[in-house]
């Protein structure tokens, strides 16, 4: 899962090491706390949740599913954030889409789009899917670039794909193909 270095999972970003891990116990507190922060989540934002969801799923199959999953983002030792991947197509052209959260204090500093391009190599690494796509808001410039940096290339506007704050709003379908050049690294 590795931006820098392949073999151990991770990348150093202006001397923060970031890697991707697996949900630990410890790692349900944030995520209750995406649940039930209004705003927390960043445009995201679709209401409070259900606060025991993460220890229900937790205790399942650790959210590593074969459908879907979750990992952790880590910079330096600390719970970042993380990224999510579910399986969306049909069996014989099944494609990964990735979404990513960042806590406040980690956004703009160069960690998502290495998160994203971790976990792309991983995905690419451990399963035949030619595809993968993430998808955001018009108006969320710093995931646009997040995503170009880490080597998606912009799809298209999907018109009126989701509702959120009282109204329909357009998206934007990004794209990485397993024969993509992969992001350099810098």
Request: proline share 5%.
């Amino acid at each position: 899962m590795s931006g820098g270095e392949e073999t151990t999972g991770r990348c150093v970003v202006s001397a923060l090491e970031v890697r991707l891990r697996p949900v630990t116990e410890d790692d349900l507190a944030m995520f209750r706390r995406f649940a039930t922060e209004p705003g927390l989540i960043g445009l995201d934002w679709t209401g409070f949740r259900d606060a025991q969801a993460p220890a229900r799923r937790f205790a399942t199959d650790g959210y590593l599913g074969a459908e879907n999953s979750r990992v952790i983002v880590e910079v330096d030792g600390t719970a970042a954030g993380f990224m999510s991947w579910s399986a969306q197509g049909s069996e014989v052209s099944r494609y990964w889409e990735i979404g990513i959260v960042l806590l406040p204090d980690w956004r703009g500093r160069g960690v998502g789009w290495r998160a994203q391009a971790m976990l792309c190599d991983y995905l690419f690494t451990h399963t035949p899917a030619q595809r993968i796509q993430a998808t955001t808001h018009p108006e969320n410039i710093a995931e646009q670039k997040s995503l170009e940096k880490a080597g998606f290339t912009l799809e298209g506007v999907m018109r009126a794909v989701e509702f959120r704050a009282g109204q329909w709003r357009d998206g934007l379908l990004y794209s990485r193909l397993r024969d993509d050049p992969p992001p350099a690294v810098s």
